[in-house]
């Protein structure tokens, strides 16, 4: 099986298709897009129809106060961002801001988003964890995981105190490129992960789980409790 993103070396037509026929991407999300794949770590950016997807679904929740675990270039959280109100907010997750600072930072002043974007640069479970700590539990609308996988579980955990109920989880790689199918006495730890978390979003009560083939996977949870 092969899950393939537009930007992958194996796209073909179908890719080209799902990204030919959907409303067009915002300028700026289109150049910082470009700028990444640039990167020789290009294969970390999203698909560019679950980013059109996430949009729709933010504007659809009338989301205001959004976290984005794993930030690479920005492309996920200026995604975000671009679709908030003025008074929106991305608390978005990284321990680098090496590829942020390179690419990211100057689409966002250039697309007038920056002031929505709070970086905070610390393990993600740090940050999470300080704003559970800070008050924040139930209060956030929307959460994007996109980061180390062998921490998918523990990110999984700590979104989910702070989403509020019929808030949306989404993670990303939930498919990783068809290993999720494979031998788990064989699995590697970040595709263990994982396959562990698919496994438990599907029963946890907490939630309103579905799990779709867009771009290299997309775990779907709504908090209903």
Known sequence: MSV????????????????????????????????????????????????????????????KKTLDIGVYTGYSALAAALVLPPDGKVTACDITDKWVNKYGRPVWQEAGVESKIDLRIAPATETLQALINGGEAGTFDYAFIDADKPNYPNYYELALQLLRVSGILVVDNALWGGRVLGDEDAMDSDTRAINELNKRASSDPRVHASLLNVGDGVLFCRRVK
């Open 4 to 63: 393939i993103k537009e930007h992958s070396d194996n796209a073909g037509p179908l890719q080209r298709y799902l990204a030919e026929h959907m409303t067009p991407l915002n300028p700026h999300l289109v150049k910082l897009r470009d700028a990444s794949l640039q990167d020789a770590n290009h294969f970390m950016l999203s698909a560019c129809d679950e980013m059109n997807f996430l949009q729709m679904l933010l504007t659809t929740l009338g989301a």
